[in-house]
């Protein structure tokens, strides 16, 4: 009877995720039709043509594309940072700390959900224009002499967009997992005579490691996909072009769809490995909290 | 977690069904896809009422003008909808795998037309409904792309060159350089673009060294394209965009390789309050090595709505409703009527910006992009993408 409960939830991995892997393994494995070039999928196993594929594994471990996910690597674990570094102190505070405020700081947090993330972008390249405001306040402040291009195509750009879009959802995981912290834990820190630093990495940190997982899996995962943020704010800068760029261009701008269905897969194929250290991780501390 | 042999025995059996039920159903799925249909040589028969509507129209974003729109539902008391893509191979896929209804195309690009005819995604048209093909542009009444301009109408027609800031940059200086303009632009780093397009930019390094083959497949010739172009990078900070209308007169670019019409618009809309069309300027190369593009119409094979997708094409074709576009859209019409002289006098372009208009020498001079095939557009996009990557 109980896994009938599960019936909703399995079909729609069915549907929304199992059947659009496919339909991704269908193009890249596929052809494209002789007259018009669009995408011809081939569903049987039995058509698969991999030479699309292998083409573009050639380009990327050794050709033009390697540098493409390189840059990307980097660029999100640049961001992921920004958003420990960022996301942490806040979902720390407004676990332990905020009191009363919490419901209105958690608000707040979620507010920037109401606005679409394209709309984000778009107000924060008016804010980085050379006469834009940030500019002004550096100036203002002392921390900055003659007014910078942010929007030059430079990466620290990007990643300041990439933290900035995806800090929240890195904040509300790691709210939940910072929140359920048995309190007594800290208290018996401290009453064995731990500072509060010390309290802090040796009690509430390791403790806090399943939901600093869960907030960077989340991020991570849609920020190596992403190719809007590099393209609002740099204008389409080469120098900051990231692998949802080069998906963007074969699926949307040639007649190789192939080609960029292939690029996701690969995609995948990485992310997997990633995900696959996260379920590790996080089965080996459930078999360690078990005991 | 341990797992019994029971729960084994039973799961094995279940995947084998899955297994044994799938394989058939693979088979029956086939290749389905966005496959081509054949070209399709009938058109709709004479003297036909037009239907109830809705008309649907498929057209990038912006490129009609609303009112002109709604002026048509009122003279013919119906609807329309429209429905838009970004690129024009986004267009071609959604109509080929149908996931789009449309009667109408709105925007067929000379590098796509032969396909949409070939795979029979547009249909030939019934000219006795198109009663304004007289006011159509000479050059543009039997183009390349369709010969007797059998499946299409045209709808705008520009040429590429350099939009740049007139305030900042001096134009004779810009006159002499040439395409070499953007080489030099050491001066404006991260305030230089160029467009986003496939060939566009690719055939801009081609044109600085004096190759006017824009068609061409050699390796070679793209190798060194690819090179040159792969210079501004590290000189110039180059951006890759189709942002010209906007970010010159914004100021946050000096020098675009664009569209001719990207600077009419950018005139027309999208000045600063206070700021006259006087600080933006465009230079292009003489007649004969000057690029010029046009897109067309046309209407969708197998449609619902075929009548007044003619009518519509015919009011498009109306020098006063393709003048009220023009005013919203920036593209020149290809008709005869909107000359330079006439489109300045009538102050729907400033006169600084008269040469955005291409002349009639330039346009039966022009450089037109033509197909490829496979093979040849997949040297191009490969050269493309390596560049986009940082080259």
Redesign the interface.
Known sequence: MWPVFAVPGVGWLIAFFVVSVYAVMAVAF????????????????A?WDFSAISEVLHRVFGG??G??FV?TFWFVAASLAGCIAVGYPVAYYVARKAGRRRGLVLALLVLPFWISYLMRMLAWTNLL??DGIVNRLLHVLHLQGPPR?W???NPQTVIFGLVYGYVPFFILPLYSTLERIDGRLIEAGRDLGASAIQTFLRVTLPLSVPGLMAASVITILPMFGDYYTN?YL??????T?MVG??IE??L??????QTGASLVLILMAFLFVLMAYYMYTTVRQQRLADR | MTTSRRDFLARSVQLGVLLGAGAPLLQACGSGGGSSGKQVTKSIADGLKPEAGPLRIFNYDSYVNPDVVKAFEDKYGVKTEVTTFTTDTEALTKLATKAVKADVHHSMSNNSIDRLIAGGIVQPLNKTYLTNLGNINSKFVDPWYDKGGKYSVPYTFFGTGIGYRADRLDAKQVEADGWDTLWKATKFKGQVSVLDDNREALIMAMLRKGLTDVNTVDQKVIDQALADLTELISLVNVKVNINAYKDLPEGTSSIAHTWSSDLINAANGNLPTGVGPEVLGFWHPPAGKYMVTNDSMGVVAGCEHPVLAHLYLNFLLDNDNAEKNFTFVGYLPALKKFTSDYVVSQQLVPPNLANCIPTQDEIDQGLYMKPLGAAGDAIWEAAWSKFTAGG
């Open positions: 596929g052809s494209v039709d002789p007259v018009l070039r669009t995408a011809v999928p081939a569903w049987n196993p058509h033009d594309l540098k493409v840059r224009q050379p291009n929007l030059d195509g393209t740099t204008s389409g800068s080469p120098k072009d760029n080069q261009h074969y949307l701008g040639t007649t190789q769809p």
